[in-house]
């Protein structure tokens, strides 16, 4: 089991930026790609970023490419999101989320095997 748990999540004007982190316990993270995950009000959780076990791929949604960078650090067991240029569509709750390494890098949520509770984002305009 992989316990996930997000912060760095609050409210900031539109073009600040925020640094989500997620700290993992149970077991490493150095076997899981990690990835990003969003939910705004009435919408259905999508897609923001991923990155392989070892850090050496990382995949972005359209809609932050450019402004969002995912990273890890294997030996914290930790993986950030760091949020520039922040836009109000921006708002939604943020989860980061486990994906075992035999599985590809993938966008698809239902590949993901553990989730933590998220934390969230609020971008005034």
């Known amino acids: 089991q992989v316990q996930l748990v997000e912060s760095g999540g609050g409210l900031v004007q539109a073009g600040g930026s925020l640094r989500l982190s997620c700290a993992a316990s149970?077991?490493?993270?150095?076997?899981?790609?990690m990835g990003w995950f969003r939910q705004a009000p009435g919408n259905e959780r999508e897609f923001v970023a991923s990155?392989?076990?070892?850090?050496?791929?990382?995949d972005y949604v359209d809609a932050v490419s450019g402004r969002f960078t995912i990273s890890r650090d294997n030996a914290k067991n930790t993986v950030y999101l760091q949020m520039n240029s922040l836009k109000p569509e921006d708002t939604a709750v943020y989860y980061c989320?486990?994906?075992?390494?035999?599985?590809?890098?993938?966008?698809?949520?239902?590949?993901?095997?553990?989730w933590g509770q998220g934390t969230q984002v609020t971008v005034s305009s």
């Open positions: 989320a486990a994906s075992y390494y035999t599985r590809r890098l993938d966008r698809d949520g239902r590949n993901y095997d553990y």
């Open positions: 990155i392989k076990w070892n850090g050496g791929r990382t």
């Open positions: 149970g077991r490493a993270i150095s076997t899981y790609h």
